[in-house]
């Protein structure tokens, strides 16, 4: 897949999945900045890309803060001439000071660190870049959510799961808003990832098909698509469904050693039936011939509903 040279900002890059994302779009040429609210761990990332021969430059700051991100990015724009992806990757789902606590027993004065990076980090830096990217008539705005923003689940993480779900819901509507001007706005919807530890997930693990974790390539082979020109149709249904990407049951042997998506439980969704579709087709050749193709899953018959 050809991509034109652009530019990145990838916002808590300095670690996991967000660094997994910027090293695998400044592989394909691709300018990126790593915002991370840790300076040290900002920098290490941006010498690592450029180390390996990539564009890369550091941007520190705190996303929850309009009064700084807002400035920041409208500063890194003029610097490179326009952000054209925007991945909203920064959350705090493993950060220490977090924990897992049931709602009833959560002090108020601990909501604002979800909402914070979850909700308002993804509300500032949308903001920020969506006025350049519909003037220059391309953009893409990738958000990564999490399962507990699509269901209940009972691990403790309310805030978290409501900050997470209303994110999502914001890139649902601004993709309408934006469609004409040539801009996507999607969300990847994240299991449980490889940076987790062992004691939460050895449970979990084995019921996933390809017995393993997520990783920060899986997520960057996501953003890979929906940040590419091949994504220009892809966008969420407006009815909110998810769809989860199958895996047929010869997933493996197709994708060998090199798994790049994980499976539908513990899973990574893409928010749209045709990006999906088309992002396996794209990626592993699903769909070439019938008989290959996945089967989406089919949706349940509320009871009494008449089959058309
Ligand atoms: N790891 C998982 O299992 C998992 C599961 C579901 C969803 N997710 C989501 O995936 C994304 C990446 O997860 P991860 O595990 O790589 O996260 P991580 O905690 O390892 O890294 C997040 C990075 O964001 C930075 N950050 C935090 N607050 C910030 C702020 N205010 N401004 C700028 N940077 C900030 C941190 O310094 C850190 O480097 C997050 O949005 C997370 O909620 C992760």
């Known amino acids: ?40 761990r900002a920098a290490a990332a941006a010498a690592e890309i450029i180390s390996a021969g990539g564009k890369a430059l550091a941007a520190p700051f705190d996303i929850t803060k ?13 610097e490179v001439g326009g952000i054209d992806i925007l991945v909203n990757n920064a959350g705090n789902a493993g950060h220490k000071a977090t924990h897992q606590i049931a709602f009833k027993d959560m002090p108020p004065e601990e909501w604002d660190m979800y909402i914070g ?17 519909c003037e220059r008539g391309w953009g893409r705005v990738i958000t990564i959510s999490s399962e507990a923003g699509r269901a209940g689940l009972d691990i403790n993480v309310s805030v ?10 914001l890139m649902r509507h601004v993709a309408r808003e934006v469609g004409p001007y040539g801009v996507t706005a999607n969300v990847i919807s ?42 220009s149709w892809g966008s ?35 928010e749209d039936v045709s990006a999906a579709v088309a992002f396996c087709e794209e990626r592993f050749g699903w769909g ?9 899953p089919r949706r349940p018959t509320r009871p009494g509903a008449v089959r058309s």
């Open 288 to 296: 070439r011939s019938t008989s290959s193709r996945p089967r989406l």
């Open 117 to 133: 990076v979850n909700l308002y980090g993804v509300l500032n830096c949308t903001k920020a870049v969506l006025n350049g990217m």
């Open 190 to 231: 994240l299991g449980l990832m490889d940076n987790v530890p062992e004691e939460f997930t050895s449970r979990i693990v084995k019921t996933i098909p390809m017995r393993r974790l997520g990783s920060g390539e899986d997520v960057a082979a996501a953003v890979d698509y929906l940040s590419s020109d091949a994504a």
């Open 1 to 40: 897949m050809s991509q034109k040279q652009r530019t990145a900002l990838i916002t808590g890059a300095g670690q996991n999945m967000g660094l997994g994302v910027a090293r695998h779009l400044a592989a394909k040429g691709i300018q990126v900045i790593i915002n991370d609210i840790d300076a040290a």
């Open 160 to 169: 978290y799961g409501a900050a997470k779900a209303g994110a999502a819901h």
């Open 66 to 78: 309009t009064d700084i991100a807002l400035p920041a990015i409208a500063a890194l724009e003029a």
């Open 236 to 270: 969420p249904d407006r009815r909110c469904r998810s769809t989860a990407v199958p895996m047929p049951s010869d997933a493996s042997e197709r994708l060998g050693s090199s798994a790049q998506l994980s499976p539908q439980q513990v899973c990574f969704v893409v």
